[in-house]
Structures are given as C-alpha cells and as structure tokens.
C-alpha cells in the first residue's frame, strides 16, 4: 500500500513539511487492516475518540475547490462557512471534482499531497485533542499529526465550521 501513487505523494508532502505526530516524532503514514471509508471506522481502527479523526471534505466555493478539514464527530453547516468566505455557494463537490483536484477519491482524500495548493479550513474543534488522525491518500492509511500541525502543513486557516 506504501507504494500506491497517491500514499507516495502524501509521505513525500509530509517529508518536505517536515511533518510531526502528537508525540514530536516524524509523522508517517500507517497502513490498516481494512479500508476505513468513515470517521467512525477510522476512529475504531486506530483507537480513539471519533472527534480525534480530521474528516477531509472538499466543496466547490462558487466553482473553486475547498478542503474543510473537521472533527469527525460533527457535519459542516455549509451556510455558516460560506457565508464566513463571502462565496455566494458551497456544494459538496462531485467525485470527479475531488480527483480533479486532489488526486485522491473520497474516502482517502489527505489534508495535503495534492497536485496543487487546495485553499484549505481547520476545524477548530480539533484544537481539543492532543492527538488528531488523517487520511493518507487511500481509504486504507491514516497518519497521526496535531492541530497546529495540520494548520502549519497545509498552509491552513483555523475556522468554525459546525
């Protein structure tokens, strides 16, 4: 699995960001047993609270890709955040949508390792935990990292998004 493209990408991008987990060590990409479609599966998986699991979602802001990063334990209220980007829409993007711009498919999409810079919110819920856990280009990877981590890697914007 460490050779798939997009897990390729995503440990590169981790590497060059010189990226570390809740624990201060370089955050690596880990492989698990089973695909993990869900937070709810990730967070069982890897044996934390589902709050822990930073869901990668993209939208469409007015035809323009947006990854909100959010706390697996609750949903995006789009209204909230498009009106706190002032973008007349927010749409849950297409599948084809996501891959264009991420390279990923839903269910895998990391916070980074894209072919370009995708404008990028942080839920701030995830600030709580000392530990957060994000996909690592497919279904079947995740890899441990921190909030300000993930705000540091991803060029990331602190936002409320629930």
Do not use: C
């Not at 002032?86 to 269910?107: K, M, N, Y």
């Amino acid at each position: 699995m460490h050779d798939h493209p997009n897990v390729r990408a995503v440990a590169e991008a981790l590497a060059l960001a010189d990226a570390v987990d809740g624990h201060g060590r370089p955050s690596e990409i880990r492989v698990l047993p089973a695909a993990v479609h869900t937070a709810p599966l990730a967070a069982e998986a890897v044996g934390v609270e589902v709050g822990a699991i930073a869901n990668s979602l993209i939208f469409a802001a007015d035809g323009q890709p947006l990854l909100v990063l959010t706390s697996g334990a609750h949903r995006v209220d789009t209204r909230k955040v498009a009106a706190a980007l002032g973008v007349a829409r927010l749409d849950r993007a297409t599948p084809d949508f996501v891959r264009e711009h991420t390279g990923q498919a839903i269910g895998g999409v990391a916070p980074l390792g894209h072919p370009k810079p995708v404008r990028t919110l942080v839920d701030s819920d995830l600030s709580a935990y000392a530990e957060i856990w994000a996909a690592g280009g497919v279904p079947q990877t995740v890899f441990p990292t921190t909030y300000a981590e993930l705000l540091r890697i991803t060029g990331g914007s602190p936002a409320e998004v629930a």
